[in-house]
């Protein structure tokens, strides 16, 4: 088999600002950009932590009565919502 004359990947010839990479992580939280809300109806809720289970990102808290979110980290995906059998979390639009 031939060889390359040079190597096919030196990277020493790259400009060191052809392609940043992060290096920081951002202090933005999903709740900063989120445009739908769950709510939960504290009435329907039964305390059967389906949502808890399929939260992706596990901002389902629980309370004495119900369970709630953690809306810093809850980016408004709607999986809570579409798995709730008593279907008692609404997702409603972010205010402007
Ligand atoms: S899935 Fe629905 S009923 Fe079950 S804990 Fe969550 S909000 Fe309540
Ligand atoms: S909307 Fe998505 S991220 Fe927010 S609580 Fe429901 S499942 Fe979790």
Do not use: H
């Given at each position: 088999?031939?060889?390359?004359?040079?190597?096919f990947?030196?990277?020493?010839?790259?400009?060191?600002?052809?392609?940043?990479?992060?290096?920081?992580?951002?202090?933005?939280?999903?709740?900063?950009?989120?445009?739908?809300r769950?709510?939960v109806?504290?009435?329907?809720?039964?305390?059967?932590?389906?949502?808890?289970?399929?939260?992706?990102?596990?901002?389902?808290?629980?309370?004495?009565?119900?369970?709630?979110?953690?809306?810093?980290?809850?980016?408004?995906?709607?999986?809570?919502?579409?798995?709730?059998?008593?279907?008692?979390?609404?997702?409603?639009?972010e205010?402007?």
């Amino acid at each position: 088999m031939k060889r390359q004359a040079k190597p096919f990947f030196d990277a020493t010839r790259i400009p060191g600002d052809l392609a940043p990479i992060a290096t920081e992580a951002s202090p933005m939280l999903p709740g900063d950009w989120r445009t739908l809300r769950p709510v939960v109806d504290r009435l329907k809720c039964v305390k059967c932590a389906v949502c808890w289970l399929y939260c992706p990102v596990q901002c389902v808290v629980e309370k004495p009565r119900w369970f709630d979110f953690n809306l810093a980290t809850c980016k408004g995906c709607g999986i809570c919502a579409q798995e709730c059998p008593q279907r008692a979390i609404a997702m409603i639009e972010e205010a402007a």
